[in-house]
T-cell receptor
Framework: AQKVTQAQTEISVVEKEDVTLDCVYE???????LFWYKQPPSGELVFLIR??????QNEISGRYSWNFQKSTSSFNFTITASQVVDSAVYFC?????????????FGTGTRLTIIP | DAGITQSPRHKVTETGTPVTLRCHQT?????MYWYRQDPGHGLRLIHY???????DKGEVSDGYSVSRSKTEDFLLTLESATSSQTSVYFC???????????FGPGTRLTVT
């Protein structure tokens, strides 16, 4: 069975600081996919990234970056120069894709608060 | 938002009553999912569908049934609601070809 652990339940940082959200996963499969989602106070789930297990290159998108390390089974998410709008709950998730059928296993989420 | 709507958005019902939640998508995606979100658990998969009339169970399927008679609609039914089914329910679809999973706005269900 798969498992995703987000050990940081809540994090608070002052605006403009950098912050890293940790995600550790467990799976015996060699082919899998990792996701991050953002859930702002309004409640919707916003897709941020999907990364497959064969691609260990780091990804950068504006102030967001992701560090995938198979050796430590981690897929960490860093926000650079944080802003108040980054305040949200962030979820990491794992799937064993089967020809497009992605059943996600989620972590319990990290609540990030950016203090102005 | 991948053209996903959920109805109702909020519902309060009494223990023992049947409840049906609807997920509607406009982009003809094959795969659809129902998750529930509870504090301390993140989101957990209830049921999923891989085509019209093709469905299967997820991690927390007890007490729930689903149906998909049309590509665009995926229904989640609580045959006899219990207080433990108070939750926020999210529908999701996989968007081809990148298979990025997008979620609907959610339904907040309270069982009293």
């Amino acid at each position: 069975a798969q498992k995703v652990t987000q050990a940081q339940t809540e994090i608070s940082v002052v605006e403009k600081e950098d912050v890293t959200l940790d995600c550790v996963y467990e799976t015996r499969d060699t082919t899998y996919y990792l996701f991050w989602y953002k859930q702002p106070p309004s409640g919707e789930l916003v897709f941020l990234i999907r990364r497959n297990s064969f691609d260990e290159q780091n990804e950068i998108s504006g102030r967001y970056s992701w560090n995938f390390q198979k050796s430590t089974s981690s897929f960490n998410f860093t926000i650079t120069a944080s802003q108040v709008v980054d305040s949200a709950v962030y979820f990491c998730a794992l799937s064993l894709s089967n020809f497009g059928n992605e059943k996600l296993t989620f972590g319990t989420g990290t609540r990030l608060t950016i203090i102005p | 938002d991948a053209g996903i709507t959920q109805s109702p958005r909020h519902k309060v019902t009494e223990t023992g009553t049947p409840v049906t939640l609807r997920c509607h998508q406009t982009e003809n995606h094959r795969y659809m999912y129902w998750y529930r979100q509870d504090p301390g658990h993140g989101l957990r998969l209830i049921h999923y569908s891989y085509g019209v009339k093709d469905t299967d169970k997820g991690e927390v399927s007890d007490g729930y049934s689903v149906s998909r008679s049309k590509t665009e609609d995926f229904l989640l039914t609580l045959e006899s609601a219990t207080s433990s089914q108070t939750s926020v329910y999210f529908c999701a679809v996989n968007r081809d070809p990148a298979y990025e999973q997008y979620f609907g706005p959610g339904t907040r269900l309270t069982v009293t």
